[in-house]
């Protein structure tokens, strides 16, 4: 059965920090890893689909890697700012649903 | 892309009634996903919607409980029957995901069961 974990649950960080959102899952035969970002209210949004052929893929600021061997991807957000602050989610699709970690909230400080 | 609303947004609900969330996607879609997340949980899927056949429930979840009709390619309900406390969570339909194409989400109807 699928997992995702995610690493920290919870982090906060001053304004303009780098910073590094950990995924892992543990079958590695999934079609693609999404990052979204869910604010309170306003349901999700998705940031990054990474399909499974690709190593990365990049917007903006966020960068999202993804090593399907070994189950890892990372959230790189640079320059982080407070409007970043919300909940990150990793989720693999592996049929035609989703399958989703706890999330990451993050919260940045001006 | 698909833009979705959901009804309500929010409820509070006495034990042991039943509760119905609307979900509208502004276009046609093939596919309906409701989900739900518990207070500090991770989304989980409830059940896939298809126009025109039975929703089929993930394991966990069963029609009784969580009845859902999908009468057109752009609507769906999902309803919350006999509630009791541990129904309190954020329920959210999403439709799209193919394997190239991320999914869209509804902003979620926030259920207090009290």
């Known amino acids: 059965k699928q997992e995702v974990t995610q690493i920290p649950a919870a982090l906060s960080v001053p304004e303009g920090e780098n910073l590094v959102l950990n995924c892992s899952f543990t079958d590695s035969a999934i079609y693609n890893l999404q990052w979204f970002r869910q604010d309170p209210g306003k349901g999700l949004t998705s940031l990054l689909l990474i399909q499974s052929s690709q190593r990365e893929q990049t917007s903006g600021r966020l960068n999202a890697s993804l090593d399907k061997s070994s189950g890892r991807s990372t959230l790189y957000i640079a320059a982080s700012q407070p409007g970043d602050s919300a909940t990150y989610l990793c989720?693999?699709?592996?049929?035609?649903?989703?399958?989703f970690g706890k999330g990451t909230t993050l919260s940045v400080s001006s | 892309s698909a833009v979705i609303s959901q009804k309500p947004s929010r409820d509070i609900c006495q034990r042991g009634t039943s509760l119905t969330i609307q979900c509208q996607v502004d276009?046609?879609?093939?596919?309906m996903f409701w989900y739900r997340q518990q207070p500090g949980q991770s989304l989980t899927l409830i059940a896939t919607a298809n126009q025109g056949s039975e929703a089929t429930y993930e394991s966990g979840f069963v029609i009784d409980k969580f009845p859902i009709s999908r009468p057109n390619l752009t609507f769906s309900t999902l309803t919350v029957s006999n509630m009791s406390p541990e129904d309190s969570s954020i329920y959210l339909c999403?439709?799209?995901?193919?394997?190239?194409?991320?999914?869209?989400f509804g902003p979620g109807t926030r259920l207090t069961v009290l």
């Open positions: 276009s046609q879609v093939t596919m």
């Open positions: 999403s439709t799209g995901g193919t394997y190239t194409d991320t999914q869209y």
């Open positions: 989720a693999v699709e592996a049929g035609t649903a989703l399958i």
